[in-house]
């Protein structure tokens, strides 16, 4: 399985970023997708999530200003943020979850100045 992220970049507070991961090699069936991130010093934390039912799932830090999505093969998934603020800044890592276990992306940086 091989994931690959895309889309961060630095961006202004209340600015928007839309990120993209791919995923490719021996994937389904894909029980979910989704994003963590990780800031300097911190853990890494659950962003968002959409399952195989297209169930949506985020963190309260992220509700009403970002949004998960995948598109029609189910292979990619896509998080659209928007407000953003200087506390997203981290590196966004891209997950995929099978029945083989999780498998991560190398992850994509956001940064957001103030």
């Known amino acids: 399985v091989q994931l690959q992220a895309s889309g961060g970049g630095l961006v202004q507070a209340g600015g928007s970023l839309r990120l993209s991961c791919a995923a490719s090699?021996?994937?389904?069936?894909?029980?979910?997708m989704g994003w963590y991130r990780q800031a300097p010093g911190k853990q890494r934390e659950l962003v968002a999530t959409?399952?195989?039912?297209?169930?949506?799932n985020y963190a309260d830090s992220v509700k009403g200003r970002f949004s998960i999505s995948r598109d029609n093969s189910k292979t990619t998934v896509y998080l659209q943020m928007i407000g953003l603020s200087p506390e997203d800044t981290a590196v966004y890592y891209c997950?995929?979850?099978?029945?083989?276990?999780?498998?991560w992306g190398q992850g994509t940086q956001v940064t957001v100045s103030s």
């Open positions: 959409i399952n195989s039912g297209d169930e949506a």
């Open positions: 090699g021996v994937i389904f069936p894909i029980n979910l």
């Open positions: 997950v995929l979850r099978n029945p083989l276990g999780d498998f």
